[in-house]
């Protein structure tokens, strides 16, 4: 919840062109649509090349954790991965509310408070 009230914050403070929300699922979903709205969004002529980045991931050295990452495409085995987990998550999602409230927060416009059911939560109460 911190990060998400984070969020609403400096969208409500900055410029509303500041900010662009990308959303994992979305990427996965339609990894090219993303890709052109990130140019777009930082004002480059998008390039198709960028959606096969695992091609040329041999010409460069890539020296972090997500190096094997780096050398295929996007893929989305770890979506809703969590999923099988949720039982041993239960302190968590109880905390965290009803999580239909950050399924779209990065495509809509974020929601007001008064609009949900939840409350920003200190990070004592977390």
């Given at each position: ?7 609403k ?16 699922e979305?990427l996965v ?18 390039e ?6 695992y ?33 041993h ?37 977390l």
């Open positions: 919840k911190i990060y998400h009230a984070m969020m914050h400096w969208h409500r403070k900055l410029k509303a062109d500041t900010i662009l929300d990308v959303r994992y979305n979903a339609d990894q090219e649509g993303q890709t052109r709205r990130l140019f777009e969004f930082v004002g480059l002529e998008f198709a090349d960028t959606l096969e980045f091609k040329k991931s041999g010409a460069r050295t890539v020296i972090t954790a997500s190096v094997a990452q780096v050398m295929k495409p996007i893929y989305s085995d770890s979506v809703k991965h969590w999923k099988k987990y949720e039982h998550m239960q302190p968590l999602l109880e905390v965290l509310g009803d999580l239909s409230y950050y399924e779209d927060w990065g495509e809509s416009e974020l929601l007001e408070p008064e609009q949900t059911n939840l409350t920003t939560a200190s990070k004592d109460e």
